[in-house]
């Protein structure tokens, strides 16, 4: 079973506008709302591409109602905690040529909320595999990654982890099977600008060293590397297409090699659905579909086991 865990999850309030004018009254062009949060972005796709999988976390208020029941049209199977006060946060997401992102706070996450969270992950099993993805709201300590991971090693749990910085870092030590920086937070976890691709594999290797398995780092426009348990380094351009709304391409990524990866065994196959799902997802105005992401591949989808 795969459990995805989004501490901070969202409804993303997803806008067009022409032209964006800070200080003026804008008008959208086009608008949507949708179920947002890194690991139930994740969800959904493993949904579209017929893998189940649990969304946890927290909600709060009628904002997190309607995220859990969106969640649902999309086919995800949900458990989240209930929060007694505030509100799940809205996340605003413009595109005007460039695009702007303002996420929100989030509600407070409390100390009984925590533990029972930790009594829902108590009830994993071997082989199940556990994804932590996204920011948690600043009242929480930096180490609640790290805390889980402490709790639930040598369980036989494979652990996902798509997190920047210090909620990174300091779960490597618990060998996650896959991490997915993209290459801003690579070079940001070690205070350095990363231009060239030898220079991200460079500091993907230290990732490596510090403990985790498999390191897939994003490089938006420019495609993907991976560096396998193996050994290998494996490197994508993405396919071509327009960008309509990259929001959710990491994420996207982070599903699509999981299916691939779980439909095939082999780590080639798993970046190569994992690139194509980012990109095919950048290409749409929310999350890909499956017919988006077959759309998109030159192999045949059964060489994916889709
Ligand atoms: N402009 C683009 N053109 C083509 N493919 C893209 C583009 N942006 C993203 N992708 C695809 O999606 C993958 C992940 O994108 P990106 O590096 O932006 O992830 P991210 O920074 O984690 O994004 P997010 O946090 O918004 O989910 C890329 O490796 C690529 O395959
Ligand atoms: O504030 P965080 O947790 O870092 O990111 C949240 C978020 O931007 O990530 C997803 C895209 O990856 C969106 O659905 C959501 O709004």
Known sequence: MIYTVTFNPSLDYVIQVDKLVPGEINRTTHEAVYPGGKGNNVSVILSNLGHSSKALGFTAGFTGEALENMLKEFGCDTAFIRLPEGSTRINVKINAGEETEINGQGPVITEEAQQALFEQLDALKKEDILVLAGS??????????????????????????????????????????????????????????????????????????????????????????????????????????????????????VAGFLTGYLNTGEYEKAFRLGVVTGSATAFQYWLATKEDIVALMEDKPETYGL
């Open 136 to 253: 948690i709201p600043n009242t929480l300590p930096s180490d609640i990654y790290e805390r889980i991971l402490e709790h639930l090693q040598g369980r036989g749990i494979h652990f996902v982890v798509d997190a920047t910085k210090e909620l990174l870092l300091k779960v490597l030590k618990y060998h996650p099977f896959l991490i997915k920086p993209n290459n801003h937070e690579l070079g940001e976890m070690f205070g350095v600008t990363l231009k060239t691709r030898d220079e991200i594999v460079t500091y993907a290797k230290k990732l490596q060293e510090m403990g985790a398995k498999n390191v897939l780092v994003s490089m938006a426009g420019d495609g993907a590397i991976l560096l396998t348990e193996d050994g290998i380094i494996y490197k994508a351009k993405p396919p071509k297409g327009k960008v309509l709304n990259s929001v959710g391409a990491g994420d996207s990524m």
